[in-house]
């Protein structure tokens, strides 16, 4: 069973930092892209944060993020990590971790986590 559980969530001050972890399991991670997403207050919508493929060497951002957050991973530990530095107001949201996988039906599933809450205000 997939299972992803993000780790992380505080309030923090305008151009604070804070590290977001994501400890999966139920799947070979070491083979998979993850991915951070958020969900801002009041948006139904997630939006894509940052990607990161199975070895760590290709990375993606969104364009307002690129530059104060990094995404990495520890594929001993099984566990995607998300930098968040020069933190705005507009960065607050609950983070979600994801990752999609292939059934043995060929299916494509995409899994999620249940989030952590970033509050960035003074």
């Known amino acids: 069973q997939v299972r992803l559980v993000e780790s992380g969530g505080a309030l923090v001050q305008p151009g604070g930092s804070l590290r977001l972890s994501c400890v999966a399991s139920g799947f070979t991670f070491g083979n998979s892209v993850m991915n951070w997403y958020r969900q801002a207050p009041g948006n139904k919508e997630c939006e894509m944060v940052a990607?990161?493929?199975?070895?760590?060497?290709?990375?993606s951002y969104a364009d307002f993020v690129k530059g104060r957050f990094i995404i990495s991973r520890d594929n001993a530990k099984n566990i995607v990590y998300l930098q968040m530095n020069s933190l705005k107001p507009e960065d607050t949201a609950v983070y979600h971790c994801n990752t999609t996988q292939t059934l043995g039906s060929g299916v494509r599933k995409s899994y999620w986590g249940q989030g952590t809450r970033v509050t960035v205000s003074s």
């Open positions: 990607s990161i493929d199975s070895i760590g060497g290709i990375t």
